[in-house]
């Protein structure tokens, strides 16, 4: 079963970097312009998203099902109910009936499985007989709903699912009340952090406000998933800063009220030589509207410039290259942090080991690199 899971995490790995998202543009930053009180960072320009929900995301898939390892079916002849026999297409992909020899029906739709069936029983027999075949269990077709929830874990995709429906199997967002009176929850303090919550597809991070839909009801951000959609809700007690790109070692970093970015990319092992140091991107605030500045970090470390306090959740990102546009820039640190956190979860899932303060990171533009934890530098 663990092989299974491991052929899982590979696959999405692989399809991490697909995808894209864009943005409207947003004001040009100066970082010598910058407004600075005492280390705050003040006129942050938002990145915008411009593929809001659009009409598809709210439709239920019309791809067909197709089979995979785990399936289960029942298979007979139309014409000898003594026939019926429970089948589950095998790890090979392959399932097994009356007389027959192993038939491969991974990736087939029911209709082609039957004509199969009825092609490979033609050849032993002078009349075939027509068979019926029905789903009875799906195995191969999972979604991932991991964070704060009641009862993270992957769930099997039995038809169109919408994000509420697959956050309701999973119990919900955490709050301090637990099951409690409803009275009693709808005042209860959220232990999820709904604005870095997202859905990611195939290396896209869909625009899904989680605020907007779980506590103002907006239905329009409650999207079909699809088969191996990977849902996160972070824990809203985690008050990591997040260090990514061109440094020693992408991690989290373990936020103090005195943390600032020297600090963390120090504690993050310091930039690589061949870093842009002079465009480092700060990101705050939810994904759904962030907001981001270029700081020159080449100059803060110096001492040139001041130094910047972070906030709890802060993103930031060492470039390899010189950006000429910001929107661009917010969509690879987007694209970049969901996707290791995907990793790093889906590995913990998998593997069930608890959480850690720092994981694994994907310095994007690289070659995927799996690093394992060092103390942090003091």
Known sequence: ??????????????????????????????????????????????????????????????????????????????????????????????????????????????????????????????????????????????????????????????????????????????????????????????????????????????????????QEGDLSQNIYLQPDDFVYVPSAANQAVYVMGAVGEPRSVPYNRNLTLVGAITRAYGTIPDAHTAEVALVRGSLANPRVAMLDYKAIAKGQQTDILLEPHDIIYVSYTPWRILTRYADTIAKTFASSVAINEGTRAVFKTPPQPAGIFIPAGSAIQIVPNRPLPR
């Open 1 to 214: 079963m663990r092989k299974q899971w491991v052929i899982v995490i590979g696959v999405l790995v692989l399809t991490i970097f697909g995808g894209c998202k864009a943005y409207t543009p947003g004001p040009k930053f100066d970082p010598r312009a910058a407004t600075l009180s005492k280390g705050m960072v003040t006129n942050l320009p938002a990145a915008v998203f411009t593929n809001r929900v659009s009409a598809d995301l709210l439709q239920p898939g019309t791809n067909q099902f197709r089979l995979g390892p785990g399936d289960k079916m029942e298979i007979e002849f139309m014409d000898d109910v003594n026939s019926r026999t429970l089948t589950t297409v095998g790890p090979d992909g392959k399932i097994y009936f009356g007389i027959l020899p192993g038939i491969d029906v991974w990736g087939m739709t029911l209709p082609e499985t039957q004509a199969a069936l009825e092609k490979a029983m033609g050849k032993f027999e002078k009349n075939p007989q027509r068979i019926g075949i029905t789903l009875r269990g799906i195995e191969s077709q999972y979604i991932w709903l991991l964070g704060r929830l009641n009862s993270p874990g992957t769930y099997p995709m039995v038809g169109p699912t919408t994000l509420l429906e697959a956050l309701s199997y999973a119990g919900g967002t955490l709050t301090l009340s637990g099951n409690q009176d409803p009275a009693v929850l709808a005042g209860s303090q959220e232990l999820a952090d709904l604005n870095h919550s997202f859905v990611l597809r195939k290396g896209q991070v869909l625009p899904v406000d989680f605020q907007r839909l779980l």
